[in-house]
Every structure is written in structure tokens, then in C-alpha cells.
């Protein structure tokens, strides 16, 4: 069943919304560096972003909290973005420190959106969908999100939250 409110919320969300991708991975960075880039999740999301909002800002970065919180301030500052999807750094691995560095920095966390997104990967690939840990939140006014380096899991992410973007704005300017 359809919310009526939320429906109108959806209609009168802001179109013109600056977004920003960073993609966090050591061998991405170091192709980027060699001018040999193959980073399918994050142009699946400039692509897609594009499609409805503005990428103004799009990143590689290796695997390093220091370079994450950089990246965001930048994105944030200087860009204006009011949505940040990063791709990539949400494993188990010891490398992978993008969810610990943006939890530490959440205002608010939408734990609604890793919980989707654990129970589609669930429904698509089983009990290995424990090892996601997508997850979503709000820093200076900006939504991020934190998606899986798998193109698959992209694609689902932006499938779960691509229509609910604007709408999230809107209510982030309250």
C-alpha cells in the first residue's frame, strides 16, 4: 500500500541535487594512477546519477580513512554535494575501512538501508549476504551511502534507493 504523503513528498522533491562517487579500492587507485581505469561500479554510478541529479565530483581513492575523510570534506566544502555514494571497502578484510570511518563521522544513520539491502542479497545469494555492510547516513546535511565494490551489488544498492534520493534531500532541508 502507497503512502499519499510520501507519494507528494516524492513529487516535490529537488531535482537539481549535486552528488559525488567515490570509489575506495587499492587496485583501482593504483590503475587510476597508470591511466588504466576499469572501475565499472563507480561509472555504473556517475552514469546512473546523471541520469536524474549532477555528479559534480567523482573520486578514486585507495583504501585509507584519512583520505575517505578528505574526500567527503571536499565533496561536502567545496562541491556542495547533498548525496556521496562510495563503492567499495564495506568486506571484512582488514583493508576494508569504509564503513568504520563513516559510522564514526554519522549524525544520523539510516540503518534501514543496510537492512534492505542484507535482506535482497539474501533473497539473491543466501546466507553469504551476512558479510555485506552497506550502509547509509547523514553528515553536514549530505546523505552518504556505502555500497559494495561488486557492479551486482551497485546495481541492487541503486535499484533499493535510486527513486528515494530526492526525496531524502527534501527532507535533509527541513
Avoid at 32 to 54: A, P, R
Avoid at 125 to 130: D, F, P, R, T, Y
Avoid at 137 to 149: E, N, T
Wanted: charged letters at 25%; one cysteine or more; a neutral charge.
Amino acid at each position: 500500500m502507497k503512502s499519499r504523503s510520501m507519494e507528494e513528498h516524492r513529487q516535490s522533491s529537488p531535482s537539481n541535487i549535486k552528488c559525488g562517487v567515490i570509489t575506495l579500492s587499492d587496485s583501482r587507485y593504483q590503475e587510476s594512477l597508470q591511466k588504466k581505469n576499469h572501475d565499472i561500479s563507480g561509472e555504473f554510478l556517475v552514469d546512473k546519477l546523471n541520469e536524474k541529479y549532477k555528479v559534480v565530483a567523482y573520486e578514486i581513492i585507495p583504501d585509507d580513512s584519512k583520505i575517505l575523510l578528505e574526500t567527503l570534506e571536499v565533496m561536502i566544502s567545496d562541491f556542495n554535494t547533498r548525496i556521496i555514494i562510495t563503492t567499495g571497502g564495506t568486506g571484512i578484510g582488514s583493508r576494508d575501512i569504509t564503513v568504520e570511518t563513516l559510522q564514526g563521522l554519522f549524525e544520523k544513520e539510516l540503518t534501514g538501508f543496510g537492512e534492505i539491502f542484507r535482506y535482497e542479497t539474501y533473497k539473491e545469494l543466501g546466507a553469504g549476504a551476512i558479510l555485506s555492510r552497506a550502509t547509509a547516513g547523514i553528515y553536514k546535511r549530505c546523505l552518504i551511502i556505502a555500497l559494495p565494490g561488486s557492479p551486482n551489488a551497485v546495481k541492487m544498492g541503486m535499484k533499493i534507493i535510486g527513486n528515494e534520493l530526492g526525496h531524502l534531500v527534501k527532507h535533509l532541508k527541513e
